[in-house]
């Protein structure tokens, strides 16, 4: 749009210790659509969402965080839904049809309390617990990972069903929200989709759409990935040597 200044968002998309997947969504969202946007990187690990600058932002202390010509929005699913309303950007993302749109608001809806919270949980006790030093506890872990997997039935069975994305025949901004949490659990070494065909091949086509956006923000998650991994392959072969 004609003088107006490209919009700054405030992200943390580096970060495998807290919920940084809204950041990723935001992100990939913005280079997709090809909005104008700089990107100030707030470190999480260091604090610096705590700072008196950040808190005036926003006082919860939380990313992501969107500056418009001095409009400042918090909370990944209004900063979403208000990039695809204010800038031309194809009309599958947030469709303007009232039953479509209330599809994918639906989904954001029921998101934060199901697929977010199970993601965030079994994070928690499967990477940051042990990172501090306690052992993750199996009972525990099976019950996470049962919950999770409550979720991910309506993922394919509610929400999904017959059709090639959460919301339809395109893409939307459920579909991006919803991969953005379920790539989270990589950091862990664990693939949570690996035995669901159909939620594979989900996210396959949500990969494809996104294209080089989505690797490249999820760039972090495929080197601890791959870091684990190689861990585990060497301390096999040694087991194997003895």
Same mark, same amino acid.
Request: glycine share 6%; proline share 2%; charged share 30%.
């Given at each position: 749009? %004609?003088?107006r200044q490209a919009v700054k968002v405030y992200l943390d998309i580096f970060n495998s210790y807290k919920s940084v997947? %809204? $950041? /990723? %969504?935001?992100? @990939? =969202?913005?280079?997709?659509n090809k909005i104008p946007h700089t990107v100030e990187n707030i470190a999480i690990r260091k604090g610096q969402q705590k700072t008196p600058e950040f808190t005036k932002l926003n006082p919860m202390q939380k990313l992501p965080v969107l500056e418009d010509n001095g409009f400042v929005l918090t909370e990944s699913d209004a900063i979403l839904k208000y990039l695809a309303t204010a800038y031309n950007v194809p009309e599958h993302w947030y469709p303007k049809l009232? &039953?479509? /749109?209330a599809r994918v608001d639906e989904y954001t809806a029921w998101n934060h309390a199901n697929t977010r919270t199970h993601i965030s949980t079994l994070f928690l006790h499967e990477v940051l617990l042990p990172r501090m030093g306690h052992p993750t506890n199996p009972e525990m872990l099976e019950k996470v990972l049962s919950d999770l997997d409550?979720? *991910? +039935?309506?993922? &394919?069975?509610? =929400? *999904?069903? /017959?059709? #090639? =994305? *959460? $919301?339809?025949? +395109? @893409?939307? *901004? #459920?579909?991006l929200l919803a991969a953005c949490e379920l790539m989270q659990p990589l950091c862990g070494g664990r693939d949570i989709l690996e035995t669901r065909p159909k939620l594979l091949s989900w996210r396959s086509r949500v990969q494809s759409a996104l294209s080089d956006s989505f690797d490249e923000a999820h760039a972090i998650v495929y080197r601890i990935r791959d870091n684990l991994n190689a861990d585990k392959l060497y301390r096999y072969s040694k087991q194997s040597a003895l």
């Open positions: 749009m %004609a003088g997947q %809204a $950041c /990723r %969504a935001v992100l @990939i =969202f913005l280079k997709d009232p &039953e479509k /749109r409550g979720t *991910l +039935d309506k993922l &394919e069975n509610m =929400f *999904l069903k /017959r059709q #090639a =994305f *959460l $919301c339809g025949d +395109d @893409i939307s *901004l #459920a579909d």
